[in-house]
């Protein structure tokens, strides 16, 4: 069966962007699989301040490939993976902003019954990997969405005691406090994995909703 899997995040430095592709490199790799990848656009009152950094401005010129996020797109879904930087723990104001605009689509219970994860990024190891996908939640549930996690039978190579991201409530990768450090690749494995289960759950939810 066809399901369309849309990623829509918001990345500052990049690091949440390096997830995103390989979210939806796992989704596009189940048969039937259609992938879109969007951008929550930036808000004004962080403009000034994000624009002096010359690491925030050439992340932002690499997204251009992406368009920005609209509510046809989350029409579109069967399943949707949200992509969110910590921000002291919970999503980034900009992913917020932008589920606060589907108040129109919660009153007529578009997003109801849709598979839904979520992948992050955190500065520290302890900085939010966890509380951010589940404070995350409130909203999609709200909206009633299907969580989507990634456990340990998928990922076993999250059982290590290395300092990197992801947990089973979803792929993370860490930035350090200087945004200098790149996702490993076992953290880009456990992303490509959430892609390929968000799609084959939205595939089933889809056949309920028909
Ligand atoms: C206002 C603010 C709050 C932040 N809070 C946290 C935090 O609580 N824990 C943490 O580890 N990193 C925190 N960070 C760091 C970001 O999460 C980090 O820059 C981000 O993960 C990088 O992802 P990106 O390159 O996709 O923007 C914070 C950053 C900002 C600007």
Redesign the pocket.
């Known amino acids: 069966m066809a399901v369309n899997v849309l990623v829509v995040y918001y990345?500052?430095?990049?690091?949440?962007?390096q997830m995103a592709d390989a979210v939806a490199e796992g989704a596009r790799g189940v048969q039937g699989a259609e992938v879109r990848v969007r951008r929550v656009p930036e808000l004004d009152m962080f403009k000034s301040g994000l624009e002096k950094s010359e690491h925030y401005r050439a992340?932002q010129q690499r997204q251009q490939e992406n368009a920005e996020v609209t509510h046809d797109d989350l029409r579109w879904a069967d399943g949707i993976a949200f992509g969110t930087?910590?921000?002291?723990?919970n999503m980034c104001a900009q992913m917020k902003a932008f589920i606060d605009t589907t108040a129109g689509m919660w009153q007529k219970g578009e997003l109801e019954n849709k598979a839904a994860g979520v992948f992050v990024?955190?500065?520290?190891i302890h900085?939010?990997q966890e509380t951010t996908i589940l404070t995350s939640l409130v909203p999609l549930l709200h909206l009633g969405m299907v969580f989507v996690g990634t456990p340990y039978g998928e990922n076993p190579q999250m059982l290590v005691t290395d300092g990197i991201g992801g947990s089973p409530y979803g792929p993370g990768t860490l930035?350090a406090g200087d945004?200098s450090r790149q996702p490993v690749e076992s953290e880009l494995t456990t992303a490509r994995n959430l892609g390929s289960r968000i799609a084959r759950v939205a595939e089933q939810l889809k056949a309920l909703r028909a």
């Open positions: 990345s500052a430095f990049g690091h949440v962007h992340s930087p910590t921000r002291y723990g990024s955190t500065a520290s900085g939010g930035s945004n």
